[in-house]
Structures are given as C-alpha cells and as structure tokens.
Nanobody, 117 residues
C-alpha cells in the first residue's frame, strides 16, 4: 500500500521561502510520476509542479521561476523548494504519486502553507 506524508509547511512572510517534503512508502519515487498540487479555500485543487519517472519537470505558470521540484531516490522523497512566496501561494499543498498519468494514484493528506505579513 502506497502512503505519502507531506511536511515542511508553515507560516512565512511574503518574499520568504519554504521547503516541502513528501515521504513515500510502499513504492519507489523513481517509478512514479510525482506531483505537487495545492488547494486554497473556496478554490479547486490545482497542479503546481511535477517530476516524471524520467526526471522531466513541469510547473504551473504561476510558480515558474520561483518553485523547484526535486526527487531524492535514496531517501525516496520528493521536495518542493518555494522561493519568493506570495500571499496567493497560501493553500494546502498535496503530494501525489502515480505510476502513469492515466491513473488516479495516491494522495497525501496535505500540509498548510500560509504566506502573510
């Protein structure tokens, strides 16, 4: 059974940085399409960043140049480095793992990120 646990969220001032981590058990991150998503209050969950099993990375336009996704096969974890944070980045951030983009996959329970002065 695949399980994902996110960590690293918190309260940060605008312009600050946070690093989120997603620990995976029950499968190898190197075999999965790993993604980060977020959901703000009253809004739908949206894609933020992802990394394929081949290492190809993709980002939402709203975070390009500010966020960076990385994968650590030895630790079996995926990280999301978030820089130059804005209040509109405030959301619950979720990690997702799936063997194929055609599958629903597994979600973590999320970690709250709040960007506020």
């Amino acid at each position: 059974q695949v399980q994902l646990v996110e960590s690293g969220g918190g309260l940060v001032q605008p312009g600050g940085s946070l690093r989120l981590s997603c620990a995976v058990s029950g499968d190898s991150v190197s075999l999965n399409v790993m993604g980060w998503y977020r959901q703000a209050p009253g809004k739908q969950r949206e894609f933020v960043a992802g990394i394929s099993s081949s290492g190809t990375k993709d980002y939402a336009d709203s975070v390009k140049g500010r966020f960076a996704v990385s994968r650590d096969n030895a630790r079996n974890m995926v990280d999301l480095q978030m820089n130059s944070l804005k209040p509109e980045d405030t959301a619950v951030y979720y990690c997702r793992a799936r063997r194929s983009v055609y599958l629903v996959g597994t979600w973590g329970r999320g970690t709250q990120v709040t960007v506020s002065a």
